[in-house]
């Protein structure tokens, strides 16, 4: 059973995955938090996930947000982060203010929110923070030049936190995964079947089942599919 005072903040709260990981969270007793530029949870979220505005880029505003976190809701024990964009195309045709705008919001949002939450989970010695990779993290496609960026760099940072702070009891882990996450609008966006997509609620399953990790026991990096799924 969890601590019901265990606070834990999602960057990137939306309607997919980050709602389905904030409704099973908030289920096991956690205070969640989700960091988003809309300000409102999404209707899959927990009834009593909070949802901060901010730009999860921009260092004051996610200072500001976890200031406010803290006092409303305490101290985060759990980060993840699921923040991302995704620009698909040639890369000749892909402006650098693309890229940089993919690694503000995967990268440098990991960065702020990281820097905001490790030193309470030190000075306490433990915490989680978990990195929402994707196939892009692994292997830079033809066409995914400035998303495979940002993902491999957020794939670093997580392999150096792991290094840097696993030893003093912070659980660090990167979770790829390797294809389309099911939604209503996948089939209209890209002709899919829901029984080619992953799961979007497995998904935050799997999420629990690394948290739920003791330390003689961690992972720091697991690939998610649907079994049909070439890799």
Not at 116 to 124: C, G, I, K, R, S
Request: glycine share 10%; aromatic share 6%; charged share 20%.
């Amino acid at each position: 059973m969890t601590d019901p005072t265990q606070v834990a903040v999602i960057g990137g709260l939306g309607t997919g995955l980050s709602a389905h990981l904030a409704a099973r969270l908030a289920a096991r007793g956690y205070r969640v938090a989700g960091l988003s530029r809309r300000g409102t949870p999404p209707p899959a979220a927990a009834p009593g996930c909070r949802s901060y505005a901010c730009d999860i880029a921009d260092g004051a505003a996610v200072a500001a947000a976890f200031a406010a976190i803290r006092t409303e809701l305490g101290t985060p024990s759990l980060y993840i982060h699921n923040a991302s964009q995704r620009v698909i195309g040639d890369f000749l045709d892909t402006a650098p203010e693309d890229f940089e705008r993919l690694w503000r919001t995967a990268c440098l949002g990991a960065v702020l929110c990281a820097q905001q939450v490790l030193p309470d989970m030190l000075a306490a010695g433990r915490g989680t923070l978990i990195f929402t990779g994707a196939t892009g993290s692994l292997r830079g496609g033809a066409r995914f030049s400035a998303f495979a960026s940002s993902k491999f760099a957020v794939r670093a940072l997580a392999q150096s936190l792991a290094r840097a702070y696993g030893a003093r009891g912070i659980h660090v882990a990167h979770v790829v995964i390797d294809g389309i996450i099911w939604s209503d609008s996948v089939a209209e966006r890209h002709g899919m079947a829901q029984e080619d997509c992953l799961d979007p609620g497995a998904i935050a399953d799997a999420y629990l089942a690394l948290i739920d990790q003791p330390p003689s026991c961690w992972s720091h990096e697991i690939d998610l599919r649907v079994a049909k799924e070439s890799f």
